[in-house]
């Protein structure tokens, strides 16, 4: 059960999953398991439910500056990067109509996941109950637990920021992080369908709209967006594209985020059959796949948790008052 909350991170995500992120450049967490793992598990829901929602698409990165350009020799030298680095392009030489100064170059293997139709398709296909889950009507019996007259053996929460709210999780220090995208619509031919990262990411659906995201904000952790968001997204778009877009929605969300920035999965020290699953931070797309292979491989077939994403690297350092 669960909400169909327009605010959760997952409906404001862009879905976007990129191998290799960040000012340095660097080839996102995990990712060499993270990415086949994550394309097998859509792939199948998608075969299973009808649907397409995980599509690989073109991503071409700017460099922004003589420094970044420094970085990704760096990286093309480097044999690690081999599968996920495309060849570099001179300022000038890319053809498209994005600001092209210090050059671009292409990332393999990232992809695009329709967050928002995967959801409505699963939460159709399981019956899923739509309503606010009141966690003190939660009590255990007979080795499970009874929630309004449901009985269950197990209970896993994955309520993103919402854990703040969770009696037997609140301590946990997930902190959240405010994000904002714009779908916009622009000239129809101005950007073939791709991905585009300049300042910020731009993902062209190839018919004049765009997804384009995303902001942090550590501040304002209001659910709704916000104007400053609004003009934050804009002001970067007008420096990467000269031509006129509208503005067609607005979405807010929170990433549940992690001191060490990795997921938190386990069953909850001190209770019988109560499991988490969060943290998934700004990565859910490639990350949650593995998360949700690993803890059902723990819980079912009681294989070891990787000490890394373990809820227990946490909540036995509140215990021991670390
Ligand atoms: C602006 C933005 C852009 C992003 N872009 C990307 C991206 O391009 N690629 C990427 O991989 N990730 C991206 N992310 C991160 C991604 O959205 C998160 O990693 C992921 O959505 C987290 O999923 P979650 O299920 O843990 O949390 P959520 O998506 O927040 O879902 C939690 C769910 O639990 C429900 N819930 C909580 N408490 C209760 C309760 N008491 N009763 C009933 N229901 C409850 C909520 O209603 C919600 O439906 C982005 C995030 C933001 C905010």
């Not at 139709?117 to 296909?125: E, G, I, T, V």
């Not at 889950?133 to 929630?147: D, I, P």
């Not at 509208?246 to 020290?269: C, Y």
Request: with cysteine; glycine share 8%.
């Amino acid at each position: 059960m669960g909400m169909r909350d327009k605010h959760c991170a997952s409906r404001a995500a862009g879905g976007l999953i990129n191998p290799v992120t960040g000012r340095w450049m660097v080839k996102s967490w995990r990712i060499d398991d993270l990415l086949p793992l994550a394309e097998k598990t859509y792939r199948a829901i998608e075969k299973t439910l009808g649907i397409s929602v995980y599509h690989t698409l073109p991503l071409r990165r700017y460099c922004l500056n003589a420094d970044d350009i420094k970085r990704l020799g760096r990286r093309l030298r480097n044999p690690r990067y081999a599968d996920v680095l495309g060849p570099f392009y001179g300022a000038g030489e890319s053809a498209s109509p994005m600001r092209d100064e210090h050059g671009s170059f292409l990332i393999k293997g990232a992809a695009y996941l329709d967050v928002p139709r995967l959801l409505d398709s699963l939460q159709k296909h399981f019956k899923c109950i739509d309503e606010p889950f009141v966690h003190e009507q939660l009590t255990s019996c007979k080795g499970g637990w009874n929630y309004r007259g449901i009985d269950a053996k197990k209970v896993f929460f994955c309520e993103g920021a919402a854990i703040s709210q969770n009696p037997w999780l609140h301590h946990l220090p997930i902190h959240s992080i405010k994000g904002e995208t714009l779908l916009l619509d622009g000239p129809k031919s101005l950007l073939p369908r791709g991905i585009y990262h300049h300042q910020k990411w731009i993902l062209s659906y190839g018919d004049g709209r765009c997804r384009m995201g995303s902001t942090y904000d550590e501040t304002d952790l209001s659910p709704e967006p916000t104007e400053k968001g609004a003009q934050v997204l804009m002001a970067s778009l007008r420096h990467s594209i000269d031509a006129s877009f509208q503005i067609v929605e607005h979405k807010a969300g929170l990433r549940p985020t992690t001191p060490d920035t990795r997921p938190i999965i386990g069953s909850i020290p001190g209770t019988e059959n109560l499991y988490v699953l969060n943290g998934l931070s700004s990565k859910g797309a490639s990350t949650a796949p593995h998360m949700c292979q690993a803890l059902i491989r723990h819980v079912f077939h009681e294989e070891p948790l990787d000490p890394e994403m373990d809820c227990r690297r946490f909540i036995t350092a509140v215990a021991d008052g670390q």
